[in-house]
């Protein structure tokens, strides 16, 4: 369970995230829209553990440790993962030296054994084939010369390999044409499972349509104004983000 | 009254002059060759050491950096020969390995070369007045004028020569591999050909073997010869220089038309190293790459130097050089590309990337292009930073320990390069001697 509590978030003089308090059970999918610049892209940063944002208040509880205490490496190992809008590219690492070397990683932070080779290409095999990825891909630089789908549907690969306890996926639908889309959504929908969560921060209630959400937030000057079921994304979708702005300024 | 400067030698000039006048009788050659290595020295005393007032060695004043001159290298002895023959055979050595001890080149070390392909000493070249060997000595040759390769062609004492006959295809590389049993700190001078005829294609890699090899003052020269519509590869490992040495290597290449030449070289270690290279592309559309990787650390000190000839059209260089410096190390690229008025249609793209692991560490980085031609493409870039902030992230974001993302990202920075190689051998070699130079980074250093 991720629970958010009263979290305030600044970058210089500016305050990003104002007293922001949400939770997501086990099992659960929530799904977080807003406006632009409301703070979205923030809160998945803060909980992933970029540097250069100020916590002045709050917390973040995974299963009740507080992420913000930890390094971005150990948050992940505690389960936490983050698709991120723009995957970054990382020339002359080879994706599938990569994939393995972060498995491992996460394996020896939790003390658990290095997986063998074919234990690992087994694993590959499976999520790579589920979400269309050739093994030439494989052998490419991680993320180098991708596109925009590609990059994304890399980034769900990662989270099937991983199998995190919450997924935060921040805008994976943007840039996506509709079969990418929904291949990407196909990925997600195969790691749904009782003991796991994700949060899917998305401006479009489209994504919604694929990934059906068990929860709709909306957030609206750093913090969330109005929770509800799926419904809430169709509602968003007729009226637009213009009166949740009111309330969150009211 | 006039008063008039008389610029004052260095200790290590009068000490290599009194070298050059001790050894000149003994050193090896015709008369002609006597009479070049007289003009060579001399234009090097003229010269004196380079130093930061001369550009092309700015960065690397020698004059300062050299304090002595260091006694000239003895010839090996046969004990110490044999012993080096014991610990090569237990070692063993790759195929095709031609050895040089102190500069020069054992045969009774070295493999026999496969038809097609011929070796001989230096010494034996000049005694016999080689005509291509001789004039591959003289200044004017390549349009080669550096007072570090004049000392070179003043005090070499041997090498080795290898002449690869027309369209001979070797699938190994020849393997040059140094070696030294001097117990002392000497100097020593020596310069190997390579001439390969029309059409062949051939592998030529600079190895050394054993640790602390090359300890001392060396100066080495390689010169390669391409005929047209050869295929060289070329690579040097220059891994093995020890704290306090310093190393002078002139690599100088001139090539026919329509060639394939490819040329990788790592540098680690201590001292001070200064690099060179003199292509010059002598016949139309022909194609050369040369890469370089320097892994710097402490107060090491390596410069990396080109000096690049567009004598005819059509033709494509490429220069890519990267450098990790850490600690307080000094790192320097200089790279000139003049395009001589016929070399229309040159295709030219020069690439210089440092990475700086400390606030200490320094980067000198300087492209040259003197453009004579109209119709050409030219480029160069340079950058200078530290690792990418948002690549560590992603890297932690997915488990890895920013020890263990820092330590990735090196490598692939040095082992980019070192991955275009065209033999699998030779790609994994490099990317060992690259894990090895990381491994010895103290772990999890915050940048």
Known sequence: ?250 | MTAQIIPSKTSAEVALAEAFGTARAKLPGNAEVAQLREASFESFSKAGLPHRRIESWHYTDLRALMREALPLAQPPGAEAIAALGKEMRAAGLPAQSLVLVDGVFIPELSAKLPEGVRVSSLAAALAEGRRDVVTALSAEWAGVKDPIVSLNAALMQDGVVIDIAPGTKLDAPIRLVYASVSATPVAHFSRSLVLVGTGASVQISETSFGSGGRKGQINNALVIVGGDECDIAHTLSLTDTEPGSLRLESFMVKLGAKAHFDSFALITGGGIVRRQIFLRFDGADTKANLRGVSLLRGREHADTTLFVEHCAPGCEGRENFRYILDDEAVGVFQGRIHVAPAAQKTDSKMLCKALLLTDKVAMNSKPELEIFADDVVCGHGATCGGLNEDQIFYLQTRGLTFAQAEALLLDAFGGELVDELPDESLVAAFRAEIAAWLAKRPQGARL
């Open chain 1, 1 to 250: 369970m991720l629970e958010i509590r009263n979290l305030t978030v600044s970058i210089g003089d500016k305050t990003i995230l104002q007293g922001l308090n949400l939770t997501v059970r086990d099992g659960e999918v929530a799904a977080l829209m807003g406006p632009n610049g409301t703070g979205k892209s923030t809160l998945s940063y803060v909980c992933a553990g970029k540097s250069g944002y100020n916590v002045t208040s709050g917390e973040v509880l995974l299963d009740g440790v507080n992420l913000l205490e930890l390094d971005p490496d150990v948050r992940a190992a505690r389960g936490l993962f983050l698709a991120f809008q723009y995957p970054t590219e990382i020339p002359g690492v080879a994706t599938m030296t990569f994939l393995k070397a972060a498995l491992n990683a996460q394996r020896k932070q939790r003390g658990e054994e290095e997986l063998s080779t074919p234990a690992f290409m087994k694993k590959i095999k499976a999520a790579s084939d589920m979400l269309g990825i050739k093994s030439d891909m494989l052998k490419r630089s991680l993320n180098v010369g991708f596109s925009g789908g590609e990059k994304k549907r890399m980034d769900i690969l990662q989270m099937a390999l991983l199998e995190p306890k919450f997924g935060i996926l921040d805008e994976t639908d943007s840039g996506l044409d509709i079969d990418a889309l929904r291949i990407v959504a196909d990925g997600v929908n195969a790691l749904r499972a009782p003991d796991r969560a994700f949060l899917v921060i998305t401006h479009y209630q489209r994504l919604l349509e694929y990934i059906v959400p068990d929860t709709v937030h909306i957030m609206a000057q750093g913090r969330i104004v109005r929770s509800g079921g799926k419904e809430l994304a169709l509602e968003v979708e007729k009226s637009g983000y213009k009166n949740y702005e009111a309330t969150a300024a009211a």
